[in-house]
């Protein structure tokens, strides 16, 4: 079994750090704070971080996968919703799957498919047992709930051949596996990795490698674990921090792993002994990261691009703004709205 150690690689606090990714097309890594609603964009090469853009939402911002034409934006799932992002800082709201729960359950981590849909899961705010679940969703066919019955739903990614779907669930402290089909339906789900939370700590977000190997973060393990597919142990990456929570493999050089960490719920005693919390952390792990899978919605004209519908009707509050990466300034700040088919303004 191969140690490694990752350093802080960014000065910047978060309280809660996820969603960390690597976008080759862009040659940019990304990731969120989640109770801040912020999303960054930046270049990444070793321990160089520089921020390129961030935007603001209104509320929590806790997944994304970019569109296949990168220029359209991203996907996301924020507060109970799924919306649509784009690169100018405008959001329009496409299904929102947990508004019958709002505001004890949240969105959480979520993932494009190989096939192109955005898969997302939920979780009570006080991380009550079972109120969770799973949804895959496509313009096409809106939001369905895959699993539910979810306590913490947490990193999901696939296989290099694209047959296996590895799925967290926090609560229980499960690494799950489905054998996935041809069309990308998952079966015979089964227990890939149990962690004893109390004494190793929860799996929280995950990537695949190249060599189909499993990546995932220990929350509360001050470490990331990379697994094989079989279930062994291949390596441990030490933290001097307790609550690694997502992780990413790209970077200049193709093979660093980037690691979001958090502050949240950490006493003041604890954040005095380790000031590292909240901060990215990153180290070369010699083995290179598969490409982002992207949301592909349907093809369309640009006409027909402008006259889609999303799956709740009415109106839609655009509440994000692009942020100005040098001093935080707002550039985009007037309230406008939204309705069915408005992507963009025009």
Same mark, same amino acid.
């Given at each position: 079994?191969?140690?490694?150690?990752?350093?802080?690689?960014?000065?910047?606090?978060?309280?809660?750090?996820?969603?960390?990714?690597?976008?080759?097309?862009?040659?940019?890594?990304?990731?969120?704070?989640?109770?801040?609603?912020?999303?960054?964009?930046?270049?990444?090469?070793?321990?160089?971080?520089?921020?390129?853009?961030?935007?603001?939402?209104?509320?929590?911002?806790?997944?994304?996968?970019?569109?296949?034409?990168?220029?359209?934006?991203?996907?996301?799932?924020?507060?109970?919703?799924?919306?649509?992002?784009?690169? %100018? =800082?405008? &959001?329009?709201?496409?299904?929102?799957? $947990?508004?019958?729960? +709002? !505001?004890?359950?949240?969105?959480? /981590?979520?993932?494009?498919?190989?096939?192109?849909?955005?898969?997302?899961?939920?979780?009570?705010?006080?991380?009550?047992?079972?109120?969770?679940?799973?949804?895959?969703?496509?313009?096409?066919?809106?939001?369905?709930?895959?699993?539910?019955?979810?306590?913490?739903?947490?990193?999901?990614?696939?296989?290099?051949?694209?047959?296996?779907?590895?799925?967290?669930?926090?609560?229980?402290?499960?690494?799950?596996?489905?054998?996935?089909?041809?069309?990308?339906?998952?079966? %015979? =789900?089964? &227990?890939?990795?149990?962690?004893?939370? $109390?004494?190793?700590? +929860? !799996?929280?977000?995950?990537?695949? /490698?190249?060599?189909?190997?499993?990546?995932?973060?220990?929350?509360?393990?001050?470490?990331?674990?990379?697994?094989?597919?079989?279930?062994?142990?291949?390596?441990?990456?030490?933290?001097?921090?307790?609550?690694?929570?997502?992780?990413?493999?790209?970077?200049?050089?193709?093979?660093?792993?980037?690691?979001?960490?958090?502050?949240?719920?950490?006493?003041?005693?604890?954040?005095?002994?380790?000031?590292?919390?909240?901060?990215?952390?990153?180290?070369?792990?010699?083995?290179? =990261?598969?490409?982002?899978?992207?949301?592909?919605?349907?093809?369309?004209?640009?006409?027909?691009?402008?006259?889609?519908?999303?799956?709740?009707?009415?109106?839609?509050?655009?509440?994000?703004?692009?942020?100005?990466?040098?001093?935080?300034?707002?550039?985009?700040?007037?309230?406008?709205?939204?309705?069915?088919?408005?992507?963009?303004?025009?």
């Amino acid at each position: 079994m191969r140690d490694f150690v990752a350093i802080p690689c960014t000065t910047d606090l978060y309280e809660l750090g996820e969603c960390c990714r690597w976008d080759e097309i862009r040659g940019e890594l990304s990731w969120v704070d989640v109770y801040a609603g912020r999303f960054f964009r930046a270049s990444a090469n070793g321990t160089q971080i520089n921020i390129l853009a961030s935007y603001q939402v209104d509320g929590v911002i806790t997944a994304l996968a970019p569109f296949e034409q990168r220029n359209d934006g991203w996907i996301v799932g924020m507060n109970q919703s799924i919306a649509h992002l784009s690169e %100018s =800082g405008e &959001v329009h709201e496409r299904s929102r799957p $947990e508004s019958r729960n +709002a !505001p004890e359950v949240r969105t959480n /981590d979520g993932a494009a498919d190989p096939w192109g849909r955005f898969w997302l899961g939920s979780m009570a705010n006080d991380f009550a047992k079972g109120r969770g679940s799973l949804y895959r969703y496509h313009e096409s066919s809106g939001a369905e709930t895959i699993l539910d019955n979810v306590t913490v739903s947490n990193g999901i990614g696939w296989s290099p051949d694209e047959r296996t779907m590895y799925y967290v669930d926090s609560g229980p402290g499960t690494i799950s596996a489905f054998d996935v089909t041809d069309t990308g339906e998952i079966t %015979s =789900g089964r &227990v890939f990795a149990q962690l004893n939370a $109390e004494q190793e700590g +929860a !799996p929280d977000g995950l990537c695949v /490698d190249a060599e189909g190997a499993i990546w995932v973060a220990v929350w509360g393990g001050y470490q990331v674990r990379r697994y094989a597919a079989n279930g062994e142990l291949l390596a441990r990456v030490a933290l001097s921090t307790a609550q690694p929570s997502s992780c990413a493999i790209g970077g200049a050089n193709g093979t660093t792993l980037y690691i979001t960490t958090a502050r949240e719920d950490m006493s003041e005693e604890l954040l005095e002994s380790e000031r590292d919390a909240g901060r990215l952390f990153c180290v070369d792990v010699d083995v290179a =990261g598969l490409p982002l899978a992207p949301y592909r919605p349907s093809p369309r004209t640009n006409d027909e691009w402008m006259d889609t519908e999303s799956d709740i009707g009415g109106e839609s509050a655009c509440f994000a703004h692009l942020v100005c990466a040098v001093c935080g300034a707002v550039i985009e700040s007037e309230p406008h709205v939204h309705r069915p088919g408005s992507y963009l303004d025009q």
